[in-house]
């Protein structure tokens, strides 16, 4: 194709949604002069602008709250905007949530019927696929019970398999492939890699970044209702991550602020710094860390009273996930309870993370493990990704290939 | 799947011309295109009426049964009660055909009025998750209580038939025009008061005490030969008479009360004919006005709900 097709385009859609605190006419008619204080405005969208090409793969995501749903409601037509237009045209399908039609004093072979003519099949379709959705469903003899005797898995791998067998152009996904259980959800991705194969156009909403990196061409981030990034999938990750991260900081800051002394040792360190540095001492600062390079962790802390106490560090993915933990005591390194300023220095020789970010944070306790000082975050390091694999950690792989001789008898 | 079928999907939305969605703010679709639209998906309407009848009737013994036995008890009811107690049998002849008659028109407007002021927030589910024309849902209401009409209405038909008076005359014309005033007009009010049900929920509950009180202003469970009795000649009695509901009641009577629509004695306002017709004319104006309200007002639905 010379040129590239769109099968939706928002232009400048905005979606304001005004919260009522009042819902009974008696409430609205007592309250009917100050009506207007009772009503908060909230922009879901604020001048939202993409375009989705023909056999694109694009994932949507940001924070809880961040307008995902919403500008996926939009482009399905469910809610409209406020202002600005979406143009679209083929046939979408909507997984918002999965069985949105289903009745459960039905049978599921009714619901299918009933669930395909939803999305826009006519009872002939409906025949032609019939077997197909009832095999992908797995629910087998079952088809023909009342749904509500069904299992929650039954009853969303039905409903999966009537969206998937409706034949969208624009499949617009939000979240529902984190239901079900891990060989469904395979079978969920497989059938999306499907529908890639087959130039039709999806729209992914989700928190996996895994996911994000696993299957999109594309991905858009939202935050607080507007576009942030448009484009590269590992860029938009990133973006999303330090969205993350300065959401962590300000909870953590609040959290801090209204922190009650629990132990009666707390205070008695202080951590006032993590610097990290390369081998030769080159602070790492915002660089990207090179596969191999030696990281040098150096805790700076403050001994106020005389305590024993064992400090250390962990490396956090920016989901939280721990990804390595390091501390004195671990090292059999003891330290001195005398009042004072330390410096604690960690060596990491050629380290090979492969996460493109990672939390540092920096901790110290008493010897039964009570926690006397926290620095979290305290710094983050970005790792230059595996040019050949993905993972926590990387290696410099290498590939060959040989002519495998079958051995003679 | 091969390469056939890839170029096949591509192809048909390259076809398709890129098109405005949802009913843009501030200028809502013209009624046509909605009509065109609920025309589209009329399989899914068959569907969601059947859907529940089934589901309503699945897991009763008696299943439709039922439904009947509401009019029954009612024609119980108002034959002991009205009829003999209070003796308005005395100059009704058939009274208990006469009541059932006119309970199953009422029956028709009050259950198309009853489930469709509730039938979107019913839907809450699908309307919040999936795009359709939202009227199917108010107009898949009125496919149910037509269900549920026609039921009784054989029960009518046969008792005609039983009590020696089947409705062999011309009159019988009055039957199709009464249905038609009353499903035209039930459901442009449906269309409004399911639209209002989602941003104020006291309108099902006003509807209901409304219904109660409206059933007493059609001549159902006494003849119109009090009324004229009562205020004939003054301009209650036109207002009382312009009711759309009462002109369709009377046209039911008209055809399926054999003993009364030859009765020299009975009241029959005059020209009821044309009377219906402007009363059907009115009733298509109100369903245009529903349908506008509605569109109108359903750009908010899913944010509502």
Known sequence: MATVQHIARVEHVSKRFVLHKDKSLKDRILYFRTRNQSKTDFWALSDVSITL???????????????????LKVIGGIIDATSGRVLRRGRVAALLELGAGFHPDLSGRDNVYLNASILGMTTEETDAVFDDIVEF???GEFIDSQVKFYSSGMYVRLAFAVAVHSDPDLLLVDEVLAVGDEPFQQKCMAKIRQFQREGRTILLVSHSADQVADVCSRTVVLDGGRIVHDGSVGEGIRVLREGYERDRVAAQEAAAAKESPGSAYVGAVTISEVSVTDGSGEPIGNDQVAYGTDLVVTIHAEVHEPVDWITGFTFESVLGQMVYRLNTEGL???????????AVEFRLPRTNFGRDRIIVSAGATTLDGTTIALLNPAAHLDFEEDPHGAGVIQFAAVGSLRDEVPATT | MGSAATSAVTQRVIDEPLREVGRVNGRGRSTWSAVREILAYRQLLGRLVSRELRAKYKNSSLGVVWSLMRPLAQLIIYYVAIGQFLGAARSIPDFAVFVFTGLTVWGLYSEIVNAGTTSIVGNAGLIKKVYLPREIFPL????????????????????????????????????PLSIAIIVVLATGIALVLSALNVFLRDVEHLVEILLLILFWASPIVYSAGFVHGAIGGTWLEELYFANPVTLAVLGMQKAMWVAGSEDPTQYWPDFLWLRMLIALAVSFVFLWIGQRVFSRLQSNFAQEL
């Open chain 1, 137 to 139: 469903s797995g629910i």
């Open chain 1, 332 to 342: 059999g390194i003891d330290l001195p309870s005398a009042p004072g300023r330390y």
């Open chain 1, 53 to 71: 090409g023909l056999g694109e793969t694009v994932g949507l995501i940001g924070h809880n709250g961040s307008g995902k749903s919403t500008l």
């Open chain 2, 140 to 175: 898949a209401s009125v496919g149910g209580a037509l269900f549920n009409f026609l039921v009784q209405f054989a029960i009518l038909v046969a008792a005609t038939f039983v009590l020696g008076r089947p409705p062999f005359h011309v009159d019988v014309l009055y039957v």
